[in-house]
């Protein structure tokens, strides 16, 4: 079966790091995005990774290794208005997307 | 820029009414999608359209149907809504024609209640 995991709620610090996991099983695999989603509102596209290593974006970083179906997101120096739901989706053989429940992240003064 | 937009923003609907969520899309991409959110579980595909005049069932397609008459609209119908069907629904879309892993774009949801 196709199974995305990570984890439910993060609790961080203002300023701090934070790395946020995600482990696929997927029937094929076309790379994997992250996506942002703050409360009530619509997901948003933080990164892409089809190939093994890491992507630095900013704040923002997404590593990628396909051998261990895992890939990570890592956000630097936070600031309150990260706090959101990150959500990691694995594209599979049919190139749809296949969506973890997404983890929380509170971030605390 | 509009991006996507979906009507309406929110709807309480009864049990075994029909209706059909609007989703517009202004940046001539090929490819739509319809997602529904519910708490604790992935963003899962209901249908979706390749290009104007297909369409295709995704992972939960029971009790839903769509069109895409053209490139810009693909609207979302439940004929006989039924309380599970609660949900927040986005639609989406991307600029793939087919295959490929572009990018998907979201509008900003409809929040429906059935009771």
């Known amino acids: 079966g196709q199974n995305i995991d990570q984890p439910t709620e993060m609790t961080a610090t203002e300023g701090a790091i934070v790395q946020i996991n995600c482990t696929y099983q997927?029937?094929?695999?076309?790379?994997l995005f992250w996506y942002q989603q703050h409360a009530g509102e619509a997901p948003t596209f933080l990164s892409y990774?089809?190939l093994d290593g890491l992507e630095e974006k900013g704040r923002f970083s997404s590593f990628l290794s396909r051998s261990k179906g895992y890939s990570y997101l890592l956000l630097k120096e936070l600031q309150m208005k990260d706090s959101a739901s990150y959500l990691c989706?694995?594209?599979?053989?049919?190139?749809?997307?296949?969506w973890g429940a997404g983890t929380k992240l509170i971030i605390k003064p | 820029t509009a991006g996507i937009t979906q009507a309406p923003t929110s709807q309480i609907l009864a049990a075994g009414r029909s209706m059909t969520l609007r989703c517009t899309q202004d940046?001539?991409?090929?490819?739509m999608y319809w997602y529904r959110q519910d708490l604790g579980l992935g963003l899962r595909l209901i249908h979706y359209?390749?290009?104007?005049?297909?369409?295709g069932k995704g992972e939960v397609p029971d009790g839903y149907s769509v069109s895409r008459a053209n490139t810009d609209d693909f609207p979302l119908t439940l004929a006989s809504a039924v309380p599970s069907q609660t949900s927040v629904y986005f639609c989406?879309?991307?600029?793939?024609?087919?295959?490929?892993?572009?990018?998907?774009?979201f509008g900003p949801g409809t929040r429906l209640t059935v009771l």
């Open positions: 989406a879309s991307s600029a793939t024609l087919a295959g490929g892993a572009d990018t998907q774009y």
């Open positions: 940046m001539r991409h090929n490819a």
């Open positions: 359209s390749n290009t104007a005049g297909t369409t």
């Open positions: 997927t029937s094929g695999f076309n790379g």
């Open positions: 990774n089809v």
């Open positions: 989706a694995s594209v599979d053989s049919n190139y749809q997307l296949i």
